[in-house]
């Protein structure tokens, strides 16, 4: 196609390469994404529902952009920080 560039939209922008500096993997990256869209999908629900108790997209977004592309781009903004937590261990233990 002479003259056409083309404007990737959805989960290739951001690139996956750029998504994967700020995880350790790329399972980490579907999990850690899956997740805050999950999370995008709840807040979504309940500002519908008048009720507000997750924290929303953190980045600017289209109104028909799925929760799964806004999560990819607070990920590659460095809007998220993904820590990885033990169920057995509280904050008082020591190891």
């Not at 869209?37 to 519908?48: D, F, G, S, V």
Request: charged fraction near 25%; charge should be negative; proline fraction near 7%.
């Amino acid at each position: 196609m002479t003259g056409t560039v083309a404007h990737p939209e959805g989960i290739t922008n951001p690139p996956i390469d750029d998504l994967l500096e700020h995880v350790d993997s790329k399972y980490a990256l579907v999990a850690f994404s899956a997740a805050r869209a999950r999370q995008i999908n709840t807040y979504n629900q309940q500002l519908e529902a008048g009720l507000l108790d997750t924290i929303g997209p953190l980045v600017d977004h289209e109104p028909r952009e799925k929760p799964l592309s806004i999560a990819m781009h607070e990920i590659a903004d460095g809007m998220l920080d993904m820590k990885l937590q033990d169920p057995h261990k509280t904050e008082d233990s020591e190891e």
